[in-house]
C-alpha cells in the first residue's frame, strides 16, 4: 500500500490521514467546496475538488471518486464512516478498478447491509436477536398478531434505516394501524422495508470493537457502551461498558466471533447488542466500518484502529488486544441546541479553546471561521478523556468541560456537565448505574410521551410548566469582580430584558456567550415567529429535506399527529399538529429542502378561515 484516497471528509479524513503518514503512506483527500480550505484537505498530499452543490454531486458520486482515485495513482482507498462506507455497489467499484478497498467484501456488506438481512445472518450464527418478524412488511394481520403475542410497545423499522433513522414506536394497537393506513395510503403501500420488533425496555445498548484478518484470526479490541443516545444516536460513549458481568462479556465476544466468523469478515467492524437488566444479549446489527467511537477502544486498548484496518486490508495479520487499561469517555461535540431538545443548528464558528492536559484527546475537523452547514453532520469534533478507571475519567470529563469554549454555533457541553454530575449516570457500582437507551430523553430531554397519534417520539413531554418555563429561560453568564475577587454572576435572560439591557440600553450589554443554546422562546433576530396554534400555519423551524409526509388534503388530525418528519445533519425532526383540525393543503413535497420559515402544512383549525 502505497498511496491512499480518504472518500471523506472532517475529522474522519483527518484522523486518517495522520495514520497514513505515519506509516509513510501517501494520502489523496477529496474535497467540495464548502471544505476547500478544511484542516484534511490542507494536512493531505494531495487533494482533489468534487463539483457540484450536493452530497449526491459530491462525496456520494461513486464514479467521480473513483477516476480520482485512478488519476492520483491510488492502489487503496479508506471509505471513512458514513457516505459510501457501507455501500457494496461502491466498494465493488473501487475493486474492479484494480484498488484495494479499506474494509469488508461487497457481499458481506450486501449480508450485514440492512437490519433483515443482519437479523439472518445471526440466526445462522446462533446469535440470540430481539423478537420480531424478519420478513417484509406486507399485511396488516401479521403485525397485530406479533403485538398481540409479544405485547406492546413495539418498533415499525426501517431495513436500511441507521443512526437513529426510520424507527417509530409503536404504543397499541391503533397506533399501529394508524402508521400502516397512512404507509399505504400516502407511500402507495411501500411497507416492505420495513419490518417489525419488540420494543425491549430500559435496556443498554452495548457493542465490540471486533476485527478479525484474513487468516481467520479475530479480537475484541474492547466492549463499549453507548446508551446515552437521543433519538437512537449516540452522545456519550464509554470504553469499556461498565458493570457487566463476566458471563455477559462472554456471551459478547463469543456472539461477535459466531457474526464474523459466519460471513467470512475480513476487517474492523462493530457488533451492537441489547443487554437488559436481567443480563440477557440480543443482537442488534454489525456496523461494517469504523465507527465515530472507536477512539475510546483505542484508548483502553492501546492500539491504532485505523493503522489495524490499514495492516489487515494489505493481507496482514491483525494485534490481539491486550486486556483494556483504564477508562475513556467520548463526548461528540455537535451544532445542537440543548434548549430545543438538541436541535442541529448551523452558523459559523467563532471561537475555539480546546481543553487539555493528561488524558485529553481531541478528534476534530473544524476551525475558526468553519460554517457548520445542514447539508453534513452536526459533529464538529470528539472530546476523548481517559483516566485510569471511571471515576477519576468522570472527575477528569467535568474539569475538561469547564476548560472547553466554543462560539458562534450552539453545544450540548451545557448537558454533558449534567451528565457527569448524574449519580445515575456516574455511580460507581453496578446497583446504582441506571442507564438505559431512553434515559438521556427521559431524564433531560423530555421527549416519551405516554402516546401520541402517529406513534413517533414527541419533541416535548408532559413535563410540568413550571420545569419548561425554567429550561426555557436559558440564564446569562458574567464574570465580575467584588472586592478584587473574581466571581461568576448568572442571571435569567427576561431580568436582563426587563432591565433594559439588551442591546446595550440601560448601560448593561449582553456579551456573545459560548456554549449557549437559544431558549425556546428565543429567536434569533428576524426569524419567523408564529403561534401555529392559532394560525395553522405550519412552518419549518431549521434548513432541511422532507422525508415524509404523514398526512393528506381534507384528513382530519388531532393535537400530537405526526404532520412532517423533516431530517437535518442525519437528524430525523418531527413536527406535529399544534391543535384539532383539518388539512387544508400540503406546501411541500418529499425529497423537497426547506429553509427556516417555509410553510410545511396549513390546518383549519375551525372558526375564521386559517391562511
Request: hydrophobic share 35%; with cysteine.
Amino acid at each position: 500500500m502505497k498511496k491512499l484516497l480518504i472518500a471523506n471528509r472532517g475529522e474522519i479524513a483527518l484522523r486518517v490521514v495522520r495514520t497514513a503518514q505515519e506509516m509513510g503512506i501517501a494520502t489523496v483527500a477529496v474535497y467540495a467546496d464548502q471544505d476547500r480550505d478544511a484542516p484534511y484537505a490542507q494536512m493531505a498530499d494531495e487533494a482533489y475538488l468534487l463539483p457540484g452543490d450536493t452530497n449526491l454531486e459530491t462525496y456520494l458520486n461513486e464514479d467521480l471518486i473513483v477516476s480520482i482515485a485512478r488519476r492520483a495513482g491510488a492502489d487503496a482507498l479508506h471509505p471513512g464512516y458514513g457516505f459510501l462506507s457501507e455501500f457494496s455497489s461502491f466498494a465493488r467499484k473501487v475493486i474492479e478498478a484494480g484498488i484495494t478497498w479499506v474494509g469488508p467484501d461487497p457481499e458481506v456488506l450486501d449480508e450485514l447491509g440492512d437490519k433483515i438481512t443482519a437479523c439472518k445472518v445471526a440466526e445462522r450464527a446462533r446469535v440470540p436477536v430481539v423478537p420480531g418478524l424478519s420478513q417484509p412488511v406486507t399485511d396488516m394481520r401479521p403485525l397485530l398478531d406479533f403485538a398481540d403475542e409479544h405485547g406492546y410497545p413495539v418498533m415499525m423499522k426501517k431495513a436500511d434505516g441507521g443512526g437513529g433513522r426510520g424507527i417509530t414506536l409503536i404504543n397499541d394497537s391503533d397506533e399501529l394501524r394508524t402508521f400502516y393506513m397512512n404507509h399505504d395510503a400516502l407511500q402507495g403501500g411501500d411497507l416492505g422495508d420495513y419490518f417489525i420488533e419488540k420494543f425491549v425496555d430500559r435496556a443498554r445498548h452495548v457493542e465490540t470493537q471486533s476485527g478479525r484478518d484474513s487468516h481467520g484470526q479475530f479480537t475484541v479490541y474492547s466492549t463499549r457502551d453507548c446508551s446515552v443516545q437521543r433519538r437512537n444516536q449516540k452522545l456519550v460513549e464509554e470504553a469499556p461498558a461498565p458493570f457487566l458481568s463476566d458471563d455477559v462479556i462472554a456471551q459478547l465476544e463469543g456472539f461477535s466471533r459466531r457474526l464474523f466468523d459466519t460471513v467470512g469478515y475480513v476487517g474492523l467492524g462493530t457488533c451492537e447488542f441489547l443487554v437488559t437488566p436481567r443480563d440477557d444479549v440480543y443482537f442488534m446489527e454489525v456496523n461494517p466500518r469504523l465507527q465515530v467511537e472507536h477512539t475510546v477502544s483505542e484508548q483502553v486498548c492501546g492500539l491504532d484502529l485505523v493503522r489495524e484496518q490499514l495492516r489487515i486490508a494489505d493481507g496482514g495479520s491483525l494485534n490481539v488486544a491486550p486486556p483494556p487499561r483504564g477508562h475513556s469517555f467520548e463526548l461528540r461535540i455537535t451544532s445542537e441546541d440543548p434548549a430545543t431538545n438538541l436541535t442541529p443548528s448551523s452558523g459559523t464558528i467563532e471561537s475555539i479553546q480546546w481543553p487539555s492536559g493528561p488524558g485529553i484527546r481531541v478528534d476534530s475537523g473544524v476551525e475558526v471561521g468553519d460554517t457548520v452547514s445542514p447539508r453534513d453532520d452536526s459533529m464538529m469534533g470528539k472530546l476523548i478523556v481517559t483516566a485510569q478507571d471511571r471515576p477519576a475519567a468522570v472527575a477528569r470529563v467535568r474539569r475538561a468541560l469547564r476548560e472547553m469554549s466554543i462560539s458562534g454555533v450552539p453545544t450540548p457541553a451545557g448537558l454533558f456537565q449534567k451528565i457527569f454530575t448524574n449519580p445515575e449516570f456516574t455511580a460507581e457500582d453496578g446497583h446504582s448505574f441506571d442507564v438505559s437507551t431512553k434515559w438521556l430523553e427521559r431524564v433531560y430531554l423530555n421527549v416519551e410521551p405516554a402516546s401520541n397519534g402517529s406513534g413517533q417520539p414527541a419533541s416535548v413531554s408532559g413535563a410540568s410548566a413550571q420545569e419548561q418555563d425554567r429550561d426555557s429561560d436559558p440564564m446569562e453568564t458574567y464574570n465580575v469582580e467584588i472586592d478584587d475577587k473574581r466571581v461568576r454572576l448568572a442571571l435569567p435572560q427576561s431580568l436582563l430584558g426587563g432591565m433594559g439591557g439588551v442591546g446595550g440600553h440601560g448601560g448593561i450589554s449582553r456579551p456573545r456567550q459560548p456554549l449557549r443554546g437559544r431558549g425556546l422562546r428565543d429567536q434569533e433576530p428576524g426569524a419567523p415567529r408564529q403561534d401555529a396554534a392559532r394560525s395553522g400555519v405550519i412552518v419549518a423551524t431549521m434548513q432541511a429535506v422532507v422525508t415524509r409526509i404523514n398526512v393528506a388534503p381534507d384528513q382530519e388530525v388531532d393535537k400530537g399527529d405526526l404532520l412532517v418528519v423533516l431530517e437535518s445533519m442525519k437528524m430525523e425532526n418531527y413536527v406535529y399538529a399544534p391543535a384539532k383540525g383539518r388539512v387544508k393543503t400540503i406546501e411541500v413535497s418529499v425529497a423537497q429542502g426547506v429553509d427556516p420559515g417555509q410553510t410545511l402544512v396549513t390546518l383549519d383549525l375551525g372558526g375564521e378561515e386559517q391562511a
